[in-house]
């Protein structure tokens, strides 16, 4: 079974950065896609970004294009979210998630999910 870790969550200032990292072990040859979504208080979980296996399939939620940049290195099974100005409103638990299927920002479309890393941004 796929194991996701995430990993890179923090405290930043608005317009700061972070990287968050999601490792993927277990049956790595499972998956097709990965996906970052999350979660702030008292909401659902929502889309971020996803990546195809082969990288030639990325998409983002318009509230994070121009700001996030998902990439992946398949040699360290390793998906990274590059946050860059973050604004309050990104606050929240981000979770990565993988699915057999292409590249969506549908949660329901994935089926292992990780445990989370919160991403407070405030002054």
């Known amino acids: 079974q796929l194991q996701l870790v995430e990993s890179g969550g923090g405290l930043v200032q608005p317009g700061g950065s972070l990287r968050l990292s999601c490792k993927v072990s277990?049956?790595?040859?499972?998956?097709?896609?990965i996906g970052w979504f999350r979660q702030a208080p008292g909401k659902d979980h929502e889309g971020v970004s996803c990546?195809?296996?082969?990288?030639?399939?990325?998409d983002y939620a318009d509230s994070v294009k121009g700001r996030f940049t998902i990439s992946t290195d398949n040699v360290k099974n390793t998906v990274y979210l590059q946050m860059n100005s973050l604004k309050p409103e990104d606050t929240g638990v981000y979770y990565c998630?993988?699915?057999?299927?292409?590249?969506?920002?549908?949660?329901?479309?994935?089926?292992?999910w990780g445990q989370g890393t919160q991403v407070t941004v405030s002054a």
């Open positions: 998630a993988a699915s057999y299927g292409d590249c969506s920002l549908r949660s329901e479309r994935y089926s292992a």
């Open positions: 277990n049956n790595i040859l499972a998956y097709n896609t």
């Open positions: 990546i195809s296996r082969n990288e030639h399939t990325k």
